[in-house]
């Protein structure tokens, strides 16, 4: 759908500031649309994908934010964290002002594919177990993988303090020399790959998350996205999945 929206208003929705902040950007003449000044914050312009500028800040802007990041360790994905920053102190400024929200969390001491978004409804079914979203993950643990646990792990672990069994999606061995399990879950239970893997008499020393959903490090668009760098995903389809 179309959204026709003054430039004071546009300004504002991308978190340029208040609607009083973002009139005096335009009207000091610090505003580009598509490359031209504009000192009118009523004039108006469709929102999706207009190319603004604001200082020297270039921004696509869009209605609603999906957000895919690779996430480095020692981050936290809590809004307000204990120990280490929280991935938000990597977005820009701007973002920062807008409701954005991880999709799950990853550990602090986890890194890879995180999404985050604006989209409530979006968020929600992501994260619901009933929708069985996958997620794959690179464990290095920390002694050889026997075929045995890979056995138990196939057949479901009943973790302590849960009232199911964690089924997994899938298990394989991927770097037998480096002890690389690739585990895919269809769930965010607390902590679960570590524990899966500490319940079948192993350890986790480094976890990553290489997909969740449709969405994958490996794939072409992403695989250059350095850890603490994300993309906007443009022109995702909100209304698509819900
Ligand atoms: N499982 C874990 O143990 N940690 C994560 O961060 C994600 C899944």
């Known amino acids: 759908m179309k959204k026709i929206l003054s430039l004071e208003k546009i300004l504002q929705q991308q978190g340029f500031g208040t609607r009083k902040e973002c009139k005096y950007l335009i009207y000091h003449q610090r505003v580009l649309v598509n490359n031209i000044l504009c000192d009118n914050p009523y004039a108006e312009f469709e929102m999706q994908n207009l ?13 609603n934010f999906l957000l895919l990041m690779n996430k480095p360790i020692n981050y936290e994905c809590s809004q307000k ?7 938000m ?40 177990p009933k929708h069985k979203i996958p997620r794959i993950y690179h464990a290095t643990c920390d002694r050889k993988i026997s075929q045995e646990s890979i056995k138990l792990l196939q057949k479901g672990v009943l973790l302590r303090n849960e009232k199911n069994i964690s089924k997994i999606q899938s298990v394989q061995i991927i770097n ?21 893997i500490a319940a079948v008499g192993n350890h986790v020393n480094e976890l990553k998350r290489i997909a969740f959903g449709e969405f ?23 209304e698509k999945l819900l």
């Open 51 to 63: 190319q603004i500028k604001v200082d020297d800040i270039d921004w696509i802007c869009q209605q």
């Open 81 to 87: 964290p204990t120990h280490y920053p929280s991935v």
């Open 89 to 128: 102190e990597l977005l820009p400024q701007n973002l920062r002002q807008i409701n954005i929200q991880t999709i799950g969390r990853l550990d602090a001491n986890t890194s890879g594919l995180l999404l985050l978004t604006d989209n409530g409804k979006l968020n929600h079914f992501l994260t619901s």
């Open 176 to 196: 037998a020399e480096n002890n690389i399990l690739e585990i895919v879950l269809n769930e965010g239970k607390y902590h679960e790959v570590r524990r899966l």
């Open 216 to 238: 994958s490090l490996l794939q072409n668009e992403y695989k250059n996205l350095n850890e603490g760098e994300f993309v906007i995903i443009k022109d995702f389809d909100f």
